[in-house]
């Protein structure tokens, strides 16, 4: 069964770089991992994806190593907006059709 | 281009009683998932939709819940009765396309308080 595990907070100051890092243990060979954000009282919005290695875009950066048992959502220079939880998605394919399985996020706070 | 859109934003209710929440999602978008969001917790999907056909419903309560999409287009989401512990929040969310790289697009959900 995929399942993921990420801290349950983290905080950070204005300006500095946060990773938060998310295990996926039981990743299918053919699963990418996602991340979304949620703010309060919205639904979560995709932030980025990846296969392995690294991918980058104009919000943050996803780092995956060759095992691909885990991966690292970086976000540079980080503002007090960045403030909210982070999910890392994976697929479960155990009952033979895809089933997205959200973990229980990252709660970011950013300090002032 | 219109987000997800969902209605009502907030329901309150009393135990026993029925409540539907409904959800138009992205035009184009041939995939719709309902999914439950307990306080502190991830969402936790309860249907997806291929079209009009749902494709994955194993984590439907049957007995008290329900859905449909007819036309393929809309859905609407109905409990029956509601019981306290259904108090959560219910997203919707479409994408293109189901699997690995879907990306979904979520609306701002519907708050469900049970009293």
């Known amino acids: 069964l995929a399942k993921t595990t990420q801290p349950i907070s983290m905080d950070s100051y204005e300006g500095q770089e946060v990773n938060i890092t998310c295990s996926h243990n039981n990743i299918a060979t053919n699963d990418y991992i996602t991340w979304y954000q949620q703010f309060p009282s919205q639904g979560p919005r995709f932030i980025i994806q990846?296969?392995?290695t690294k991918v980058t875009n104009e919000v943050a950066s996803l780092f995956i190593p060759a095992d691909r048992k885990s991966s690292t959502l970086s976000l540079p220079r980080v503002s007090l907006s960045d403030t909210a939880v982070y999910y890392c998605?994976?697929?479960?394919?155990?009952?033979?059709?895809?089933?997205?399985?959200f973990g229980r996020g990252t709660s970011l706070i950013v300090h002032p | 281009e219109a987000g997800v859109v969902q209605s009502p934003r907030y329901k309150i209710i009393e135990k026993k009683q029925p409540v539907a929440f409904w959800c138009n999602p992205i035009s184009g978008h041939n995939t719709l998932y309902w999914y439950l969001q307990n306080l502190g917790q991830g969402p936790e999907l309860l249907i997806r939709?291929?079209?009009?056909?749902?494709?994955?419903d194993s984590q439907l309560p049957k007995d008290r819940f329900s859905a449909e999409r007819l036309k393929g287009v809309d859905s609407t989401l109905k409990i029956q009765p509601a019981e306290l512990g259904d108090s959560a929040v219910y997203l919707c969310?479409?994408?293109?396309?189901?699997?690995?790289?879907?990306?979904?697009?979520f609306g701002p959900g519907t708050r469900l308080l049970v009293l």
């Open positions: 969310a479409s994408s293109l396309v189901a699997g690995p790289l879907e990306t979904q697009y």
């Open positions: 990846g296969y392995k």
């Open positions: 998605l994976v697929g479960d394919l155990s009952g033979g059709s895809y089933i997205p399985t």
């Open positions: 939709y291929e079209n009009e056909e749902a494709v994955d």
